[in-house]
T-cell receptor, first 115, second 115 residues
Framework: GAGVSQTPSNKVTEKGKYVELRCDPI?????LYWYRQSLGQGPEFLIY????????DSGLPNDRFFAVRPEGSVSTLKIQRTERGDSAVYLC?????????????FGPGTRLTVT | AQKVTQAQTEISVVEKEDVTLDCVYE???????LFWYKQPPSGELVFLIR??????QNEISGRYSWNFQKSTSSFNFTITASQVVDSAVYFC????????????FGEGTQLTVNP
């Protein structure tokens, strides 16, 4: 079956601009996670959705970052007034449920470059 | 707070050598899960194994084996008879045993297997 997909695969934007990154989870997966991976580092948690609601957004670095999942499937990560420090690979993962006994399946990521 | 340390930043071996990737973790939880993920050059994180804190049995899957030692807070990963296709970044990760638990990743070990 189809895995987690993310679009776009690459995004280059100018400092100060607004960007949206999209994640399509595996069909039927109720849990969805966003992570950010900087060069040479492990992924860092941003936000977790269970269904339509953000159950844990404690990883979002500041109020420029926001994410939605209005119908409990596709999610969009939104970044306002981008800064060069936002440059990273943004990874989305989905899981059958939020229980940690279920593995998270990752998408290929969106590489964001802020110039 | 949870923390994962992968002290080996890079390892280089020749094909057919055995190689062990180290992972040490910190957590105050009595129950938790440990994971290993592989990130090949394509960038997509691939799930390899999940282990819960109650199960200290070693596990073998083909050329892969994992050694979980709660007494030393370690969860090491061994590849036997390495192959060029094993070249990737390998991440160890930790999560709480609660719903929606984020993965806390180590910084990864870049493994290069030379022909």
């Amino acid at each position: 079956g189809a895995g987690v997909s993310q679009t776009p695969s690459n995004k280059v934007t100018e400092k100060g601009k607004y960007v949206e990154l999209r994640c399509d989870p595996i069909s039927g997966h109720t849990a969805l996670y966003w992570y950010r991976q900087s060069l040479g580092q492990g992924p860092e948690f941003l936000i977790y959705f269970q269904g339509t609601g953000a159950a844990d957004d404690s990883g979002l670095p500041n109020d420029r970052f926001f994410a939605v999942r209005p119908e409990g499937s596709v999610s969009t990560l939104k970044i306002q007034r981008t800064e060069r420090g936002d440059s990273a690979v943004y990874l989305c993962a989905s899981s059958l449920s939020g229980r940690s006994s279920y593995e998270q399946y990752f998408g290929p990521g969106t590489r964001l470059t802020v110039t | 707070a949870q923390k994962v340390t992968q002290a080996q930043t890079e390892i280089s071996v020749v094909e057919k050598e055995d190689v062990t990737l180290d992972c040490v973790y910190e957590t105050r939880d009595t129950t938790y899960y440990l994971f290993w993920y592989k990130q090949p050059p394509s960038g997509e994180l691939v799930f390899l194994i999940r282990r819960n804190s109650f199960d200290e049995q070693n596990e073998i899957s083909g050329r892969y084996s994992w050694n979980f030692q709660k007494s030393t807070s370690s969860f090491n990963f061994t590849i036997t008879a390495s192959q060029v296709v094993d070249s990737a970044v390998y991440f160890c990760a930790l999560s709480k045993e609660t719903s929606g638990s984020r993965l806390t990743f180590g910084e990864g070990t870049q493994l290069t297997v030379n022909p």
